[in-house]
């Protein structure tokens, strides 16, 4: 059985943009080769993240996580097994109101939360919408 860890944090005011973009792209280089799937987004000095994968992996990862002081007012949004995995990758992306955002991107993300379940589903369908706030879609 998988589990699932989400959370969000503020992140620290010493990353520069360059810097966040780092943590993007190892997190998704990372968690790939360790066969965990999930969505990282970055936002407007946010990040937002669910996690799907073995569950002492994603209990340990977390607890990294968690004590990483790149991240501030870290809040789980929950922590479960689920049945079945919910992504069919891992993804990132840095959301801004400028070109490093892919605006169709804002679609793929809003399908994943449709497979989540049903009672987490708004919970994060609204944390989404905070992230992609005054983005066009295109």
């Given at each position: 059985?998988r589990?699932a860890?989400?959370?969000?944090s503020?992140?620290?005011h010493t990353?520069?943009?360059?810097q966040?973009?780092?943590?993007?792209d190892?997190s998704?280089?990372?968690?790939?080769?360790?066969?965990?799937?999930?969505i990282?987004?970055?936002?407007?000095?946010?990040?937002f993240?669910?996690?799907?994968g073995?569950?002492?992996?994603?209990?340990?990862?977390?607890?990294?996580?968690s004590?990483?002081?790149?991240h501030?007012n870290?809040?789980?949004?929950?922590?479960?097994e689920v049945?079945e995995?919910?992504?069919?990758?891992?993804?990132?992306?840095?959301?801004?109101l400028?070109s490093?955002?892919?605006?169709?991107?804002?679609a793929l993300y809003?399908?994943?939360i449709?497979?989540?379940?049903p009672?987490?589903q708004?919970?994060?369908?609204y944390?989404?919408?905070?992230?992609?706030?005054?983005?066009?879609?295109s």
């Amino acid at each position: 059985m998988r589990y699932a860890i989400s959370y969000v944090s503020s992140v620290s005011h010493t990353l520069s943009n360059d810097q966040i973009q780092e943590v993007l792209d190892y997190s998704r280089n990372w968690n790939i080769e360790h066969n965990i799937t999930g969505i990282l987004l970055y936002s407007e000095g946010n990040f937002f993240q669910v996690l799907e994968g073995d569950k002492d992996l994603l209990q340990s990862l977390f607890s990294r996580i968690s004590m990483d002081e790149r991240h501030r007012n870290l809040i789980t949004l929950f922590r479960k097994e689920v049945s079945e995995t919910k992504f069919n990758t891992y993804k990132s992306d840095f959301i801004s109101l400028d070109s490093r955002f892919q605006g169709k991107n804002i679609a793929l993300y809003f399908s994943q939360i449709e497979k989540l379940n049903p009672e987490i589903q708004s919970s994060v369908r609204y944390i989404l919408n905070k992230f992609t706030e005054g983005i066009k879609l295109s």
